[in-house]
C-alpha cells in the first residue's frame, strides 16, 4: 500500500479508539463509542491502532454528529502520529508517556469542531484563557475569518467510490511484509497536520459561489455564538477583537481593493453580523460605529450580494439585523446634541450605520413578494421640454435631471425597485428611526441630496429611514426651489426677449365656470410651454378681491375636484361601500380631459395642497409603473375580487356547476351590456378547473388595465407634466403618494387638543370648547 494511504487507515484506527465514531449504540469492540470499550492513554492506543491495522480489523463510518471531526483537529493528528512513530522505532521514553497540555498558538482559523474542543478542555479546567486568547486572535483578523466556519465540501457518491478505490490500491508484495506498516510510520507529524489543512483550504480557495452562494457555514456561526456569548468573558474577547478588526477592514477596502483579489472576503461581515449582542450597550460606544464605517466601504457588487443572501434569512433574522443599526442610529443621536450647527450628517456613526441599514432594506425587498413582471409601459409620447431650453444653456444651466429621475446604485445592481415588492419581510415602518427625523436639518439635507458630493451625506438618499413628513418637507424644498428658478430663468428671459413675461402660473377664473376656465387655460399651457406649470400658482376669481397666499388656491383645488369626480359627468365612478373613485371605462370625455386631471393632481402635490380625492392604492401603483393584478381588485372592486376568489376556492366542477366562459359583460353609462371576450372567441371556452387561474388573471387584467388604458395613460402624462422632474418616485412608496394627494384618514383629536392655543377668552375647560371635543372624540 502506498504509504499516505496506509498512514491515512492507522491514524482512522487511532481516532476510532480515542475519540469512537460517534455511535452510542456501536457494536465495533474497537471502537471507543462502543458500550463496553475499555478507555486507554494515547501511546496505548498508537499501539493498538498498528495492531488493527495489520489484521485488517473493521472500521466504523463516522456517525452523522461526528463527521468532519477527525480532519478538523490536526493537533491531535500530529499528535496520534508522532505517537504512532514513537512506537514503531521502539523509542518510547517517559517525556512521551506524560500528557501535554494543548496549545493553540499556531492556530489560524476556527471550525465548529475546533471551538467545541476548545471549550471542552476549558471547561474541564475552568480557565478559559485559552479559547480567550483563540477568538481574540481570530476574530481580530479578516484573514483567519475569511478562512474560518467554512463549509465542507460535500462529495458525491462517484467521488466516494473513486475515493474508496484509491485507498484499496494496494501493492500484495507490501501487504505480505511487516516493512510496509514500518515504512508509512517515517512520515513527519508535520506533512500529515500540512497536508489535512491544505487541502480544505485549496478547495475553497478554488471553489466559485453563485450570487448568492458563500464559503461560510452560517448555521455554524449561529450554533457557535449561541454557546458562547452566555459567557461574558468570552464576549469581552468578541467585542474587543471587532474593535481591532474593523479599522484594517475598512483600511483593508479602501485602499487595498481586498473584495476584487478574493470574493471570500464578504464573509468578515456575515460572521460579525451573526453576533447577536451587537446592538447590546457595550458594542454602541467603539466598536459597532467602527464596524459600520468599514461596511460602508464595500464596492457595489459586495453589497449587492450581502443583501441578496440576508434577503434568504427569515423575517426574524432581518428584524434582528435592523435593530441592530437602529440601536446605534437611536443612541448616538440622543448622545449628542446635533442641531442647524452641528448636523446628524456629520456623524461618521450614523451615516456609516444608515448607509449599512440600506443593505437590510433592499434584503427585506428581495425576500418578500416581487412582482417584477407587470410593468405599465412607457408613454409613446415624451414629455415635451420647455422652449426656454436654449435660453438656459446660453446661460450656463444645464437642464435639470436630464437623465432622468435620480435611481439609487444598488438598486440597480440588484436590478429592482422598491415598489416592485408587493410585501416586504418586516413592515417598512421598522425602517423609519423617529429620533433621527426630530434632529435632521431637513434644509440643509436637502441641499447636499442636490449637490451630490462625496464630502456630505444626505439622508434623502436613505428614504426609508425617513417619516412621510421629513419627505414631504423635502418634496417641499425641491418643488420652490424649482419654482423660484422658474421665475428666475422668467426674468432673465425678459431682459433678453424685451418684453414682459409672467413669473407665475396665474390663473383667472369665474367661480361659476371653473372648469371651463381652468381646463382651458391649462391646456393651452400645456400645449404652449410645459415648463410654466412648474411656476408658483396664483389663483384669481374673476370679480373678487384677494391675494392668493395659498389660501385661495387651496379652495381652487376643492372646487375644481368636486365638479370633476362628481359622478354626474361619467369620468369617473364612484363605489359608495369603499368611498373610491375609479376611471369610466365608458366615459364620453376625450383623453385631453383626463390629461388636465392628471395636471391638476400633479399641481394639487406641486403646491402642497390636499385634495378630498380618493382613489384605490393601485392607482397610486399603476403611477409608479406596475400594472394593476388580482389581488389590487380587493379594494378597487371588492365584490368582483370576492366572487373571483370563491371561483378559485371552489372545490366542485367549475365547468359543470358555473356555466361560464372566457366573455365577460360590462354595462355602459346607459346600462346597456357590453361583451367583451378575454380570450379569441372566449364565448366558446368553458372555464374548468384546470384554466380558471387564467380566466381570473385575464379578467383582473381587463378591468383595471386594459379597459381604463387610454384613461389612464392619458391621466398619467398629465400627472407627469407636473412632477417628471420631481424627486417624487425616488422619496415616496405608492401609499405615501396618497398622502400626499389626499392626506390620512386617521386624525388624531389628541394631539390636536394638545396643540391648540386659546383666544378670545376661551379656554380648555370652556363649554363650547368642551363640547366641540367631544363631538371630535365621538367620531
Given at each position: 500500500?502506498?504509504?499516505?494511504?496506509?498512514?491515512?487507515?492507522?491514524?482512522?484506527?487511532?481516532?476510532?479508539?480515542?475519540?469512537?465514531?460517534?455511535?452510542?449504540?456501536?457494536?465495533?469492540?474497537?471502537?471507543?463509542?462502543?458500550?463496553?470499550?475499555?478507555?486507554?492513554?494515547?501511546?496505548?492506543?498508537?499501539?493498538?491502532?498498528?495492531?488493527?491495522?495489520?489484521?485488517?480489523?473493521?472500521?466504523?463510518?463516522?456517525?452523522?454528529?461526528?463527521?468532519?471531526?477527525?480532519?478538523?483537529?490536526?493537533?491531535?493528528?500530529?499528535?496520534?502520529?508522532?505517537?504512532?512513530?514513537?512506537?514503531?522505532?521502539?523509542?518510547?521514553?517517559?517525556?512521551?508517556?506524560?500528557?501535554?497540555?494543548?496549545?493553540?498558538?499556531?492556530?489560524?482559523?476556527?471550525?465548529?469542531?475546533?471551538?467545541?474542543?476548545?471549550?471542552?478542555?476549558?471547561?474541564?479546567?475552568?480557565?478559559?484563557?485559552?479559547?480567550?486568547?483563540?477568538?481574540?486572535?481570530?476574530?481580530?483578523?479578516?484573514?483567519?475569518?475569511?478562512?474560518?466556519?467554512?463549509?465542507?465540501?460535500?462529495?458525491?457518491?462517484?467521488?466516494?467510490?473513486?475515493?474508496?478505490?484509491?485507498?484499496?490500491?494496494?501493492?500484495?508484495?507490501?501487504?505480505?511484509?511487516?516493512?510496509?506498516?514500518?515504512?508509512?510510520?517515517?512520515?513527519?507529524?508535520?506533512?500529515?497536520?500540512?497536508?489535512?489543512?491544505?487541502?480544505?483550504?485549496?478547495?475553497?480557495?478554488?471553489?466559485?459561489?453563485?450570487?448568492?452562494?458563500?464559503?461560510?457555514?452560517?448555521?455554524?456561526?449561529?450554533?457557535?455564538?449561541?454557546?458562547?456569548?452566555?459567557?461574558?468573558?468570552?464576549?469581552?474577547?468578541?467585542?474587543?477583537?471587532?474593535?481591532?478588526?474593523?479599522?484594517?477592514?475598512?483600511?483593508?477596502?479602501?485602499?487595498?481593493?481586498?473584495?476584487?483579489?478574493?470574493?471570500?472576503?464578504?464573509?468578515?461581515?456575515?460572521?460579525?453580523?451573526?453576533?447577536?449582542?451587537?446592538?447590546?450597550?457595550?458594542?454602541?460606544?467603539?466598536?459597532?460605529?467602527?464596524?459600520?464605517?468599514?461596511?460602508?466601504?464595500?464596492?457595489?457588487?459586495?453589497?449587492?450580494?450581502?443583501?441578496?443572501?440576508?434577503?434568504?434569512?427569515?423575517?426574524?433574522?432581518?428584524?434582528?439585523?435592523?435593530?441592530?443599526?437602529?440601536?446605534?442610529?437611536?443612541?448616538?443621536?440622543?448622545s449628542n446634541e446635533f442641531s442647524s450647527d452641528n448636523l446628524v450628517n456629520e456623524d461618521d456613526g450614523v451615516v456609516a450605520a444608515t448607509k449599512s441599514l440600506k443593505i437590510v432594506y433592499y434584503a427585506n425587498v428581495l425576500g418578500g413578494d416581487l412582482d417584477m413582471d407587470h410593468n405599465e409601459e412607457e408613454d409613446d409620447e415624451p414629455i415635451p421640454e420647455s422652449s426656454e431650453l436654449t435660453l438656459q444653456e446660453l446661460l450656463g444651466e444645464e437642464r435639470r435631471n436630464k437623465k432622468g429621475p435620480r435611481v439609487d446604485p444598488l438598486e440597480t445592481e440588484l436590478g429592482i425597485r422598491a415598489w416592485d415588492c408587493r410585501?416586504?419581510?418586516?413592515?417598512?415602518?421598522?425602517?423609519?428611526?423617529?429620533?433621527?427625523?426630530?434632529?435632521?436639518?431637513?434644509?440643509?439635507?436637502?441641499?447636499?441630496?442636490?449637490?451630490?458630493?462625496?464630502?456630505?451625506?444626505?439622508?434623502?438618499?436613505?428614504?426609508?429611514?425617513?417619516?412621510?413628513?421629513?419627505?414631504?418637507?423635502?418634496?417641499?424644498?425641491?418643488?420652490?426651489?424649482?419654482?423660484?428658478?422658474?421665475?428666475?430663468?422668467?426674468?432673465?428671459?425678459?431682459?433678453?426677449?424685451?418684453?414682459?413675461?409672467?413669473?407665475?402660473?396665474?390663473?383667472?377664473?369665474?367661480?361659476?365656470?371653473?372648469?371651463?376656465?381652468?381646463?382651458?387655460?391649462?391646456?393651452?399651457?400645456?400645449?404652449?410651454?410645459?415648463?410654466?406649470?412648474?411656476?408658483?400658482?396664483?389663483?384669481?376669481?374673476?370679480?373678487?378681491?384677494?391675494?392668493?397666499?395659498?389660501?385661495?388656491?387651496?379652495?381652487?383645488?376643492?372646487?375644481?375636484?368636486?365638479?370633476?369626480?362628481?359622478?354626474?359627468?361619467?369620468?369617473?365612478?364612484?363605489?359608495?361601500?369603499?368611498?373610491?373613485?375609479?376611471?369610466?371605462?365608458?366615459?364620453?370625455?376625450?383623453?385631453?380631459?383626463?390629461?388636465?386631471?392628471?395636471?391638476?393632481?400633479?399641481?394639487?402635490?406641486?403646491?402642497?395642497?390636499?385634495?378630498?380625492?380618493?382613489?384605490?392604492?393601485?392607482?397610486?401603483?399603476?403611477?409608479?409603473?406596475?400594472?394593476?393584478?388580482?389581488?389590487?381588485?380587493?379594494?378597487?372592486?371588492?365584490?368582483?375580487?370576492?366572487?373571483?376568489?370563491?371561483?378559485?376556492?371552489?372545490?366542485?366542477?367549475?365547468?359543470?356547476?358555473?356555466?361560464?366562459?372566457?366573455?365577460?359583460?360590462?354595462?355602459?353609462?346607459?346600462?346597456?351590456?357590453?361583451?367583451?371576450?378575454?380570450?379569441?372567441?372566449?364565448?366558446?371556452?368553458?372555464?374548468?378547473?384546470?384554466?380558471?387561474?387564467?380566466?381570473?388573471?385575464?379578467?383582473?387584467?381587463?378591468?383595471?388595465?386594459?379597459?381604463?388604458?387610454?384613461?389612464?395613460?392619458?391621466?398619467?402624462?398629465?400627472?407627469?407634466?407636473?412632477?417628471?422632474?420631481s424627486p417624487l418616485k425616488y422619496l415616496f412608496r405608492p401609499e405615501e403618494i396618497e398622502l400626499l394627494i389626499c392626506g390620512s384618514r386617521n386624525l388624531d383629536f389628541l394631539a390636536l387638543e394638545e396643540s391648540t392655543e386659546y383666544d378670545g377668552g376661551y379656554n380648555k375647560d370652556s363649554h363650547i370648547i368642551k363640547c366641540f371635543r367631544t363631538k371630535c372624540c365621538a367620531r
Amino acid at each position: 500500500m502506498k504509504r499516505a494511504a496506509a498512514k491515512h487507515l492507522i491514524e482512522r484506527y487511532y481516532h476510532q479508539l480515542t475519540e469512537g465514531c460517534g455511535n452510542e449504540a456501536c457494536t465495533n469492540e474497537a471502537c471507543g463509542s462502543s458500550p463496553g470499550f475499555q478507555r486507554m492513554d494515547n501511546n496505548a492506543a498508537a499501539i493498538k491502532a498498528l495492531e488493527l491495522y495489520k489484521n485488517n480489523a473493521k472500521l466504523c463510518d463516522p456517525h452523522p454528529s461526528k463527521k468532519g471531526a477527525s480532519s478538523a483537529f490536526p493537533e491531535n493528528s500530529a499528535k496520534g502520529a508522532h505517537n504512532f512513530s514513537a512506537c514503531s522505532n521502539g523509542k518510547m521514553n517517559l517525556k512521551d508517556l506524560q500528557p501535554t497540555r494543548e496549545d493553540f498558538r499556531d492556530l489560524n482559523y476556527l471550525t465548529e469542531e475546533k471551538v467545541y474542543e476548545i471549550l471542552s478542555l476549558c471547561s474541564e479546567t475552568e480557565d478559559y484563557s485559552p479559547l480567550i486568547r483563540v477568538i481574540g486572535r481570530v476574530f481580530s483578523s479578516a484573514e483567519s475569518l475569511v478562512q474560518s466556519f467554512c463549509k465542507e465540501k460535500q462529495h458525491t457518491k462517484e467521488e466516494l467510490k473513486s475515493l474508496q478505490a484509491k485507498d484499496e490500491d494496494k501493492d500484495e508484495d507490501e501487504k505480505e511484509t511487516a516493512s510496509g506498516s514500518s515504512t508509512a510510520m517515517e512520515v513527519e507529524p508535520e506533512a500529515s497536520a500540512s497536508s489535512g489543512d491544505g487541502s480544505s483550504n485549496g478547495e475553497n480557495n478554488i471553489q466559485k459561489f453563485g450570487p448568492v452562494e458563500v464559503s461560510v457555514d452560517i448555521d455554524a456561526v449561529r450554533r457557535v455564538y449561541d454557546r458562547l456569548l452566555s459567557n461574558e468573558k468570552i464576549e469581552a474577547a468578541f467585542l474587543n477583537a471587532l474593535v481591532y478588526l474593523s479599522p484594517n477592514v475598512e483600511c483593508d477596502l479602501t485602499y487595498h481593493n481586498v473584495y476584487a483579489a478574493d470574493p471570500n472576503y464578504l464573509n468578515v461581515f456575515i460572521i460579525i453580523m451573526e453576533n447577536s449582542n451587537l446592538h447590546s450597550p457595550e458594542y454602541l460606544e467603539i466598536a459597532l460605529p467602527q464596524f459600520c464605517k468599514a461596511m460602508s466601504k464595500l464596492p457595489l457588487p459586495a453589497l449587492a450580494k450581502l443583501a441578496r443572501l440576508w434577503s434568504q434569512y427569515g423575517a426574524d433574522q432581518i428584524r434582528r439585523l435592523v435593530e441592530t443599526f437602529q440601536q446605534l442610529i437611536t443612541y448616538t443621536v440622543i448622545s449628542n446634541e446635533f442641531s442647524s450647527d452641528n448636523l446628524v450628517n456629520e456623524d461618521d456613526g450614523v451615516v456609516a450605520a444608515t448607509k449599512s441599514l440600506k443593505i437590510v432594506y433592499y434584503a427585506n425587498v428581495l425576500g418578500g413578494d416581487l412582482d417584477m413582471d407587470h410593468n405599465e409601459e412607457e408613454d409613446d409620447e415624451p414629455i415635451p421640454e420647455s422652449s426656454e431650453l436654449t435660453l438656459q444653456e446660453l446661460l450656463g444651466e444645464e437642464r435639470r435631471n436630464k437623465k432622468g429621475p435620480r435611481v439609487d446604485p444598488l438598486e440597480t445592481e440588484l436590478g429592482i425597485r422598491a415598489w416592485d415588492c408587493r410585501k416586504p419581510l418586516i413592515p417598512y415602518e421598522d425602517f423609519i428611526n423617529e429620533p433621527l427625523n426630530e434632529v435632521l436639518e431637513m434644509d440643509k439635507d436637502y441641499t447636499f441630496f442636490k449637490v451630490e458630493t462625496e464630502s456630505k451625506f444626505s439622508f434623502m438618499t436613505c428614504p426609508f429611514i425617513l417619516n412621510a413628513v421629513t419627505k414631504n418637507l423635502g418634496l417641499y424644498y425641491d418643488n420652490r426651489i424649482r419654482m423660484y428658478s422658474e421665475r428666475r430663468i422668467t426674468a432673465l428671459y425678459s431682459l433678453v426677449q424685451g418684453q414682459q413675461l409672467n413669473p407665475y402660473l396665474r390663473l383667472k377664473v369665474r367661480r361659476d365656470h371653473v372648469i371651463d376656465d381652468a381646463l382651458v387655460r391649462l391646456e393651452m399651457i400645456a400645449m404652449e410651454n410645459p415648463a410654466d406649470l412648474k411656476k408658483q400658482l396664483y389663483v384669481e376669481f374673476e370679480g373678487e378681491q384677494g391675494v392668493d397666499e395659498g389660501g385661495v388656491s387651496k379652495e381652487f383645488f376643492q372646487l375644481v375636484v368636486e365638479e370633476i369626480f362628481n359622478p354626474d359627468i361619467g369620468m369617473f365612478t364612484y363605489d359608495e361601500s369603499t368611498k373610491l373613485f375609479w376611471f369610466n371605462p365608458s366615459s364620453f370625455e376625450n383623453e385631453g380631459q383626463f390629461t388636465l386631471i392628471g395636471i391638476v393632481l400633479g399641481l394639487a402635490i406641486y403646491n402642497n395642497c390636499i385634495l378630498d380625492v380618493h382613489f384605490p392604492m393601485v392607482v397610486y401603483r399603476k403611477l409608479m409603473g406596475k400594472k394593476g393584478m388580482f389581488r389590487d381588485l380587493a379594494d378597487s372592486h371588492p365584490v368582483l375580487f370576492q366572487s373571483l376568489k370563491d371561483l378559485l376556492e371552489y372545490e366542485g366542477n367549475v365547468e359543470e356547476d358555473m356555466m361560464i366562459t372566457f366573455q365577460i359583460s360590462q354595462t355602459d353609462l346607459f346600462g346597456n351590456p357590453l361583451m367583451y371576450d378575454l380570450k379569441e372567441g372566449g364565448d366558446k371556452i368553458p372555464v374548468t378547473n384546470e384554466n380558471r387561474k387564467d380566466f381570473v388573471a385575464l379578467y383582473a387584467e381587463y378591468m383595471l388595465n386594459k379597459s381604463v388604458e387610454k384613461q389612464f395613460k392619458a391621466f398619467r402624462r398629465g400627472f407627469h407634466m407636473v412632477t417628471n422632474e420631481s424627486p417624487l418616485k425616488y422619496l415616496f412608496r405608492p401609499e405615501e403618494i396618497e398622502l400626499l394627494i389626499c392626506g390620512s384618514r386617521n386624525l388624531d383629536f389628541l394631539a390636536l387638543e394638545e396643540s391648540t392655543e386659546y383666544d378670545g377668552g376661551y379656554n380648555k375647560d370652556s363649554h363650547i370648547i368642551k363640547c366641540f371635543r367631544t363631538k371630535c372624540c365621538a367620531r
